[in-house]
C-alpha cells in the first residue's frame, strides 16, 4: 500500500510533462502543417536518376 504514496506523485509528474510537452510543440509552430510533410515525398528531386531511355518524351514547343 506504501507504494501508492509514490506512485501517484510519479504519475501525475509524467502527466505534467506531457501537458507542458504539448503546449510547447502547439506554441513553436510544430503542429501548424501535418499535410506538407506527407506531400513532400511526391516531389522529390529524382529526375538525375531516371535513365535517359525511360524518360517519356517531352511534348513539342508550339511556335
Known amino acids: 500500500m506504501s507504494i501508492i504514496y509514490l506512485l501517484i506523485p510519479i504519475a501525475i509528474a509524467l502527466a505534467g510533462v506531457a501537458i507542458w510537452g504539448?503546449?510547447?510543440?502547439?506554441?513553436?509552430?510544430?503542429?501548424?502543417?501535418?499535410?506538407?510533410?506527407?506531400?513532400?515525398?511526391?516531389?522529390?528531386?529524382?529526375?538525375?536518376?531516371?535513365?535517359?531511355?525511360?524518360?517519356?518524351?517531352?511534348p513539342a514547343d508550339k511556335q
Not at 37 to 57: G, N, R, T
Open 22 to 58: 504539448f503546449f510547447w510543440s502547439v506554441n513553436n509552430g510544430q503542429l501548424d502543417d501535418l499535410e506538407s510533410p506527407a506531400h513532400s515525398i511526391l516531389y522529390d528531386d529524382d529526375e538525375h536518376l531516371i535513365p535517359d531511355d525511360a524518360k517519356p518524351p517531352k
